[in-house]
């Protein structure tokens, strides 16, 4: 089980009654990368809008994201965090995926681990991402010295965010597996993470509460 709580967000393990909720956003998010510019649909619910069976596609797409999140929570040796993010009344608002499974990207790089994330777009904005975040990868840079982020050059908001991380861009494709579109990997370093003032993302009146997880952090 793992557990985050703050007095602004609380970051949990999903479960199977999220699916109406996820769903939502999920439509939300693909709305909104349509209709402006700088936003990219999160690439497990990339859908085209203009097909017919639109609505059942993303459907399926919701329900096998729910069910990955419970068989990496079921691993033995867990290696993938796929994680609710909940506003401070415990209504699902995005998602935090950190894993620690090094791979070899398609220009022969090696990468380490690999950040994801998404929020509904009507709770963008409001610096709530950014502060969920800082406590994952807070947990994560405990243990490790380095981690990846492949993003959409296009996803301009995204790439904004890790920059705040003060992530850096280390390698480029113009054409991937993720639907053959582009994709850019930026690097966060440790030192360049821990350089970070804590007081740039979280308040004074927080309160965390982490559980065994937090000691088995190695695994994340």
Do not use: W
């Amino acid at each position: 089980m793992f557990l985050i709580k703050t007095s602004e967000f609380i970051i949990r393990e999903f479960n199977s009654s999220d699916f109406d909720k996820l769903f939502f956003i999920a439509q939300e998010i693909n709305k909104q990368a349509n209709e402006k510019e700088g936003f990219k649909p999160f690439y497990a619910f990339q859908v085209d809008v203009n097909r017919k069976d639109y609505l059942n596609i993303l459907a399926e797409k919701t329900k096998a994201f729910l069910k990955k999140a419970y068989l990496e929570r079921m691993q033995e040796n867990r290696k993938t965090y796929r994680l609710a993010l909940c506003d401070s009344k415990g209504d699902l608002v995005g998602n935090i995926t950190i894993d620690d499974i090094p791979s070899i990207d398609e220009n022969g790089k090696k990468i380490q681990g690999d950040l994801g994330y998404f929020i509904n777009p009507k709770d963008g904005r409001k610096g709530l991402m950014s502060k969920a975040l800082f406590e994952v990868l807070s947990l994560y840079f405990k243990t490790h010295d380095e981690l990846d982020v492949t993003l959409h050059p296009n996803n301009l908001y995204s790439i904004k965010m890790m920059q705040r991380f003060n992530a850096k861009v280390v390698s480029f494709k113009s054409s991937s597996v993720y639907q053959n579109e582009p994709r850019i990997v930026l690097k966060i370093l440790k030192r360049d993470f821990l350089n970070l003032r804590k007081s740039q993302f979280i308040g004074r009146k927080k309160i965390t509460l982490i559980s065994r997880e937090k000691e088995r952090i190695r695994d994340v």
